[in-house]
T-cell receptor, first 111, second 113 residues
Framework: GENVEQHPSTLSVQEGDSAVIKCTYSDSASNYFPWYKQELGKRPQLIIDIRSNVGEKKDQRIAVTLNKTAKHFSLHITETQPEDSAVYFCAASKSDNDMRFGAGTRLTVKP | SQTIHQWPATLVQPVGSPLSLECTVEGTSNPNLYWYRQAAGRGLQLLFYSVGIGQISSEVPQNLSASRPQDRQFILSSKKLLLSDSGFYLC????????????FGNGTRLTVT
């Protein structure tokens, strides 16, 4: 089955700096890659996603890049703010019932 | 718009007691439904998923079970809880088909004592 690895497990940045979280996946058939943000004690919420026919997608301060050849994808957050502090999860799937998540990255943005 | 309800929000149960967590979805028909578990500070582990009434697939063998008695209702159960069942349980739904995001409920924090 699919295996998703995510790193770093923790990331601390200064407010205004950029943050990058990277994930690799094992199954070359995976074709959908969402990113979720989970604030403490709350549910994960989708922040951005990308499909395998696209190399990059951007939504304001958030962008995701996908390298299908290398089987890795990354989340980029620019101009970080304290409210960006949360745990971020990447995921990969190839069908509608096999979404696999990375272990998560705890991002801390210091004011 | 679609909404997902999950209850209870918190639960403290003794070892050996039964468990029933419920999840319902509104505003859509024939959704895919999922149960995930998140141990403290850990990632999301898929426990069960369902693509239709009475159709349940299990990812991890354990003392938990799931049922889908109605199209938009998903129940997670156990006959006898273990200490290791403690965690944050999340129900989620998605539209059928490839490339559909999951939408999570607010979760149930279960503590087995």
């Amino acid at each position: 089955g699919e295996n998703v690895e995510q790193h770093p497990s923790t990331l601390s940045v200064q407010e205004g700096d950029s943050a990058v979280i990277k994930c690799t996946y094992s199954d070359s058939a995976s074709n959908y890659f969402p990113w979720y943000k989970q604030e403490l004690g709350k549910r994960p919420q989708l922040i951005i996603d990308i499909r395998s026919n696209v190399g990059e997608k951007k939504d304001q301060r958030i962008a995701v890049t996908l390298n299908k050849t290398a089987k890795h994808f990354s989340l980029h957050i620019t101009e970080t703010q304290p409210e960006d502090s949360a745990v971020y999860f990447c995921a990969a799937s190839k069908s509608d019932n096999d979404m696999r998540f990375g272990a998560g990255t705890r991002l801390t943005v210091k004011p | 718009s679609q909404t997902i309800h999950q209850w209870p929000a918190t639960l403290v149960q003794p070892v050996g007691s039964p468990l029933s967590l419920e999840c319902t979805v509104e505003g859509t028909s024939n959704p895919n439904l999922y149960w995930y578990r998140q141990a403290a500070g850990r990632g999301l582990q898929l426990l069960f998923y369902s693509v239709g009434i009475g159709q349940i697939s299990s990812e991890v063998p354990q003392n938990l079970s799931a049922s889908r008695p109605q199209d938009r209702q998903f129940i997670l159960s156990s006959k006898k809880l273990l200490l290791s069942d403690s965690g944050f349980y999340l129900c989620a739904w998605s539209l059928a088909g490839v490339g559909r995001p999951l939408h999570f409920g607010n979760g149930t924090r279960l503590t087995v004592t």
